[in-house]
Structures are given as C-alpha cells and as structure tokens.
C-alpha cells in the first residue's frame, strides 16, 4: 500500500496552525471583532478576516484532520487488507486513546501544581482556563468519552479526539457503504449526517462541543476523506491535467474556501453559511489540497522536506501538549515575566514536549498496539504513524 509522507506534513502544519492560533489568542487584539475597520486603518485584520487566517485558523485545521483521518482509515478497505474490528479497535484505542489519557493526567497534575487564582489580565477565553479544579464526574466523562460535558477544563483540545474516537470506532461500518456505493451513496450520507445534525442541534442540548450530535457532522468529513482515497486516480488525472497557473490559481482558491469563515466575516452573505456549512466551504478548501499534494511531485517533493516530516511525525503530541504547556507557564511566569516572552518560551517548550511524548508515549503505544493484535512485522510501505501510511488522529 502506498505510502503518503505529504499528508504527515499536511498534518503536521494543520497542527501548527492550531497552536499559532492559541499562543495569538492570548492577546486582545487578535480576539476582538475588528471586522468593521479597513485593513489600511488596522493592518492586523490582514491577517484576520483575509486568507491569511488560514495560518492559524484552528478549527479549519480540525476539519482538515477529520478528512486525512478519513482518507488514511479508508485506505485498506479499498485495498481489502482491512483488519478484523477487534483489531481494528485495539490499534486505535492504543494510537489515540493512550496518548490521550497521558496527557490528560498530565494536565490535571499541571493544573493543581501551578494554579494559584484565577487569571485577569488577559483574554477572557484564557482568564476562564483551570478556573474549576477537577472532579470524579469531570474525570469519568473525559475517561469514557460519554455524554455532553465540558472538554476544556483540563486540555482545550480533547474536544475534538472526543469525536475522533467516537467516529474511528464507527468508521468500518460507514466504510462498508462507501466500498458498495461509492461517491453515490457516500457524498448524500455526509450531506445529510450534516444537515440532520444542524436541525437535531436546535432540539438537543448543546451546551458542550462533545454532544454526539455534532459528532454526527463532523462523521461527514471523514467519509469525504474516504471519498477522496477512493477515487484518487481520477482526481490526480484532473490535477495533473493544469498547467503551472492553472494549478496555482487552484490553490488560490482552496485557500479562500478554506479560510472562507473569517473572509466577509459579518456580512449577511457570510452569516448564511454559518456554522454548518461554513465547514463546508473549508472542507472544499481542505479536500483540494489534499489532492494536490498526492498529486504535484513538486508539491510533494516540498511536503517531504524533514523539518515538515518531523514535525508530522510529533504533530499528535504537539497539538495534544501545546496548551498544557502554555496554561502551565502562563500561571507559573504570570506577574515575572510580560506575556509575549512567556508565550515565546512556551512555543519552544511545547515542541520539546511533543518531541518527549512522540518517542516515550506514542511510539510505545504504536508498537503496544502491534503486539497486541499480533501484527509483529511492519509490511512494506506502511508508516508506523498513526494510521496506514499517514497520521490519521486528532
């Protein structure tokens, strides 16, 4: 089975894209709704209501997760060397739910370490942070994954390998639809696990993001990415027909659906979308440069560059640890140090500690996983990452 190191970096920048986004969200100015003012009046809304934000736009970043988790997971199924579900299931639990669980105590014993009060003098969404101390019924649910509770007491993040699980768990069965009826069966299904998602939202309490309604929604972007692995040949054979320009016109304009949320941020034309299919627009934007980096040799040749391969290889860590780190110096520094010398140290930090966790917490889990289910031998071609061939968890 072909291997794609371009999707591990594609990962890996979506996973930058997210933690540049909360290191910025420490700060006023780029949390305030500044859309009503001219980028000459306030340059900075350059880089937040134009494509630009796609630089760190974390939730288009999570869009683009749950479709490289999609096509990754899809892979083997259309190859029929799909495993049994219960060894199915275990690799998954090892790949993500272990790291998940390391890093959720570790925020719980960061938390109760270096809180001392609540935070004041930055932005409400941080001020808010490690404000509740933990308890047995928050603890259960973050364990099991059940019911709709709040997923940021203790690590931002989690709410999104909350779905990430709940949908992995699922996916053979979607994936028996796709292998049957393709594009004819799978586009209508994410279609309308959507859209029912959007109506059952007005009925259901949706205080949380991890309520398994929306779980339903973000199920459709998973089977997109399935979509995209099946029918990747005639997907290259389109792309690879573009010229240079045309092809550079493409990414030009995937990046402005992707980034499509914060372009006419406010605008009756923009609310429309908002927010179910706004993550449509992003997954357009999402799916195109998926296909052109399994398409463009140049483009994949800059995709497979280390640095981009490593930091695909720790992506995982480095989202699950990025904000346990800045919370932990941020309380730690507060009052020692200004605020943008804290975030500073703590970008440097979190990389160090998605280094530590990719080598001492995931590769252990992989290869737990592997032993497990008897898989001893790695076949040829396939990543030892977190799916078949490509990181497929977030």
């Known amino acids: 089975m072909q291997r794609y190191e371009q999707l591990d970096s594609l990962r890996g920048l979506a996973a930058l894209a997210v933690m540049i986004g909360h290191f910025l969200m420490v700060f006023t100015p780029i949390v305030q709704n500044t859309s009503g003012l001219g980028i000459l ?36 199924f259309f ?11 275990i690799k998954r639990i090892c790949r993500i739910y272990i790291p998940f669980l390391v890093a959720l105590i570790i925020a719980i014993v960061m938390r109760e370490a270096v809180y001392v009060s609540k935070l004041t003098d930055l932005t409400s969404y941080y001020n808010n942070l490690w404000v509740i101390p933990p308890d047995a019924a928050s603890i259960i649910h973050h364990l099991l994954f059940v019911g709709n ?96 320009w045309w092809a550079m016109v493409m990414l030009v304009l995937a990046l402005c659906f992707y980034s499509f949320k914060w372009i006419g941020y406010g605008e009756d034309f923009h609310d429309r979308f908002m927010p179910h299919w706004g993550d449509w627009m992003t997954a357009i934007g999402a799916s195109i440069f998926i296909v052109a ?29 990025h904000m346990i780190v800045l919370l932990s110096l941020v309380h730690l ?19 160090a500690a998605g280094t530590l966790s990719y080598y001492f917490v995931e590769l252990p889990s992989i290869r737990l996983g592997k032993r497990l289910t008897g898989w001893g031998k790695k076949p040829a071609g396939v990543s030892g990452s977190r799916g078949e061939g490509v990181s497929s968890s977030m």
């Open 41 to 76: 009046d306030y340059p900075l809304n350059l880089l937040k209501y134009t494509p630009l934000h796609a630089v760190w736009g974390g939730h288009e970043a999570v869009i683009m997760f749950f479709l490289l988790s999609g096509f990754v997971l899809s892979l083997p």
């Open 79 to 89: 190859s029929n060397r799909q495993q049994t579900y219960t060894k199915y299931v």
């Open 149 to 244: 509770y709040n997923s940021t007491r203790y690590d931002p993040i989690l709410w999104t390998l909350v779905h990430e699980m709940r949908i992995s768990l699922l996916f053979p069965f979607i994936m028996f639809v796709i292998v049957k009826g393709g594009w004819k069966i799978g586009l209508p299904l994410a279609l309308g696990l959507s859209y029912g998602s959007e109506i059952l939202l007005d009925h259901f309490e949706t205080r949380f993001m991890t309520n398994f309604v929306v779980s339903l929604h973000y199920a459709a972007f998973f089977i997109v990415g399935a979509l995209l692995a099946k029918y990747q040949n005639e997907l290259k054979t389109v792309f690879s027909r573009l010229n240079g």
């Open 293 to 321: 980096a399994v398409s463009s040799v140049r483009l994949a040749r800059q995709l497979q560059r280390k640095p981009l391969l490593f930091l695909g290889k720790i992506s995982y860590s480095l989202y699950l640890y």
């Open 333 to 351: 520094l507060n009052g020692a140090l200004d605020t943008p010398y804290i975030v500073m140290i703590a970008f440097i930090a979190s990389f």
